[in-house]
């Protein structure tokens, strides 16, 4: 028997000897240990802490916690609680403490014996295990979207391999065999066939399967009706205080796998319920839908780069953003394995929406002409890289794709340069042909590098307000900065509703920087930056818009330019009434236009562009009503009882690329 003897007074002579910054510790314990292990012992912080050891997967199943003998409604009820367990992995929590920790699912095999179970298991393994690859080979995600980490389990199959044509027949079989006498039974198992066969035929990227692809989601989101509706009600789906499904769940063990899985602190899971996870498939597959439909639409770069603005506008799910990845660039990769060959392939052997140098070129009225190392051939191959880069950037998620349009201006420099060459070359006028579709001479290479290079600039700055990066008092260097981005790119958006939409966003940025001047002059407490004895006024300018110099065209403003542009407001040559006045009537005007645009029929807007326009002239109304407002608090000679706020809700809910606010007025306390 263990004796235990009292070691206080040598560890208290032991810590008197101990110098400062001195650590004793053996060979099983660094610093790297100790900054894991915060607390030692402590069961949310210690990595290292023995933990419990539960019943194996062996034992669980001779337990009976897992029968094979199911009625049709508790087959219809663990279908649901597997639908639950795959959104809660889509969103934020693992694999191996959501969808396999049902028993049913650590050991598929074995269901053999009832059709209708082993074809709704293998059904839910093949949907993980074609997600989990799809979202592996896109590279468009991270674990900050959602989390593909198996512990090296072998819970999806062996790599290379898939079991999905038998999950479709054993599906197709158990539906026949199901008829009528389970409806909502064979919903699910018809929802789950429709979902694998539309991802599995949406992946071809080829036309002929996006299109049979919308079709089977379609379908799936029909019989998904059937099935929200069924377990609506059903309080067996409930999420249960252990994180299992419900208190009836059946054969789920939240820590199955727990011994399996690497050293980390426990994740808290938040389980999904029925409705919310009904909600989040449905919103899957119609944005899937859309995705799909956008894609097939496209035939030029700015069609291309319209629908990738507008789609990740929308900050759409990992799986949604994967699959147009795929879309998009899969028959590059196929055309080269094809061919044999690392170079891009011909343009006849890729489809329209795919990024390659032939839509750089048509977008150019460039012919590549017969020497593969002359300069606007090489111009070309580059250009084909450049957009390939921004369609990856366009799908990440929002925070990252900000960052990837600022790390992204080098490669525009980088063409700029190939630009120069190309043009200034030779052989550039036998290459040039008229564009037939406007009847006039396409943008020059440099011209359009220097657009496109506006246009990652202008997101760069534009999706920092959906983020909320930005304070108050930084507003009118914001918008004057988009101003000059907007007037950089104009005339060269590549199609008349662009060109319109985008001369209202360039009023609505001029409106922006005067309504932020009357308010910093009307209460100038809240739109001034507090004071920081670090960053003074030029390194605030350096931190938001040095990035701009990283390519030479569009020139890169300066501070001093900024001060040379509001040199009179900021003298207070204009007083506060006289500049709310001024944003009233511009956002006045702005109204005008955008209703004019929308209910004109000279310019063929696509339903983003209406959003985004019906969005703008409500802040434009609200906006001018605050300005006016506000203007009529600061005529008289007492202090302003108003404080403003600014609230982006309306501009997330309608816009795509550019983020306007509304201003709010509440009384001061």
């Not at 019989?223 to 208190?247: I, K, M, R």
């Not at 390939?388 to 992204?408: F, P």
């Not at 706020?645 to 309608?654: G, I």
Request: proline letters at 6%; hydrophobic letters at 45%; a neutral charge.
């Amino acid at each position: 028997m263990a004796t235990w003897l009292d070691a206080t007074a040598f560890l208290e002579r032991g810590c008197g000897a101990l110098h400062p910054e001195e650590l004793v510790h053996g060979e099983d314990f660094s610093l790297y240990e100790a900054m894991l292990a915060i607390q030692i012992g402590d069961t949310k912080m210690d990595i290292g802490l023995r933990r419990e050891q539960g019943p194996s997967l062996a034992e669980e199943l001779a337990s009976g916690h897992a029968p094979l003998a199911l009625s049709l409604a508790t087959l219809e009820q663990l279908g649901m609680q597997l639908m639950q367990a795959e959104a809660t992995w889509h969103l934020g929590s693992m694999l191996p403490t959501t969808v396999f920790s049902s028993l049913y699912m650590l050991d598929i095999p074995r269901l053999v014996s009832n059709p209708v179970l082993h074809a709704l298991c293998l059904s839910v393994q093949q949907s993980c295990n074609l997600v989990h690859d799809l979202l592996l080979n896109g590279h468009v995600c991270e674990d900050e979207d959602i989390s593909i980490h198996t512990f090296g389990m072998r819970i999806l199959g062996a790599p290379g391999t898939t079991a999905l044509p038998q999950a479709c027949a054993a599906l197709r079989s158990a539906v026949e065999d199901l008829g009528s006498d389970a409806p909502g039974l064979a919903a699910h198992l018809s929802f789950r066939l429709h979902c694998l066969q539309g991802l599995e035929r949406m992946l071809a990227a080829n036309a002929d399967g996006i299109d049979a692809g919308v079709a089977q989601l379609e379908l799936a989101l029909g019989c998904l009706e059937a099935v929200s509706a069924a377990a609506s009600s059903d309080a067996a789906t409930d999420t249960a205080a252990d994180g299992s499904c419900g208190p009836r769940s059946l054969g789920f063990v939240p820590g199955i796998n727990v011994r399996h899985m690497g050293l980390a602190p426990p994740r808290a899971l938040a389980w999904v319920g029925a409705r919310p996870a009904a909600a989040h498939w449905r919103g899957v597959l119609r944005a899937l839908c859309d995705a799909a439909r956008a894609v097939r639409a496209v035939r030029t770069w700015p069609q291309l780069r319209a629908a990738l603005v507008t789609l990740a506008a929308r900050d759409s799910h990992a799986i949604v953003r994967s699959t147009l990845y795929a879309m998009l660039t899969k028959p590059m990769t196929a055309a080269r394995q094809a061919a044999g060959s690392v170079t891009t392939p011909a343009p006849g052997a890729l489809p329209p929406w795919c990024p390659s140098w032939a839509m750089a070129a048509a977008t150019l009225g460039l012919r590549r002409g017969n020497d593969p190392c002359g300069p606007v051939a090489q111009f070309l191959e580059q250009a084909g890289v450049g957009l390939a880069g921004w369609v990856h950037t366009a799908c990440l998620n929002r925070c990252r794709q900000r960052r990837r349009h600022r790390r992204q201006l080098a490669d525009w420099a980088n063409l700029l340069d190939h630009a120069a060459l190309a043009q200034s070359s030779p052989g550039y006028a036998a290459s040039r042909r008229r564009d037939v579709r406007r009847g006039q001479p396409a943008l020059s290479p440099v011209e359009w590098v220097e657009s496109e290079a506006a246009g990652s600039q202008l997101l760069h700055l534009q999706l920092g307000f959906p983020l909320n990066l930005y304070a108050p008092a930084e507003f009118v260097t914001l918008y004057w900065y988009c101003d000059y981005l907007l007037l950089a790119r104009r005339g060269r958006w590549g199609s008349a509703p662009e060109e319109a939409v985008a001369d209202v966003d360039r009023a609505a940025c001029q409106a922006m920087v005067v309504l932020c001047q009357g308010v910093a002059a009307a209460a100038g407490a809240c739109m001034r930056r507090p004071p920081s004895p670090f960053n003074t006024a030029e390194d605030v300018f350096e931190q938001r818009f040095g990035c701009m110099r990283s390519v030479a065209r569009p020139e890169a403003l300066t501070l001093g330019h900024y001060r040379a542009s509001q040199a009179a407001v900021e003298a207070g040559a204009v007083s506060a009434a006289a500049l709310l006045l001024g944003a009233a009537t511009r956002f006045g005007a702005l109204v005008g236009a955008a209703a004019g645009l929308l209910a004109g029929t000279a310019v063929d807007l696509a339903p983003a562009q209406e959003r985004h326009l019906t969005g703008l002239r409500r802040i434009a109304t609200q906006n001018g009503l605050a300005a006016q407002l506000l203007m009529k608090g600061t005529a008289g000679e007492a202090a302003p009882t108003l404080v403003p706020t600014w609230d982006f809700s309306v501009a997330r809910e309608h816009s795509t690329c550019m983020f306007f606010p509304i201003l709010g007025l509440k009384r001061a306390e």
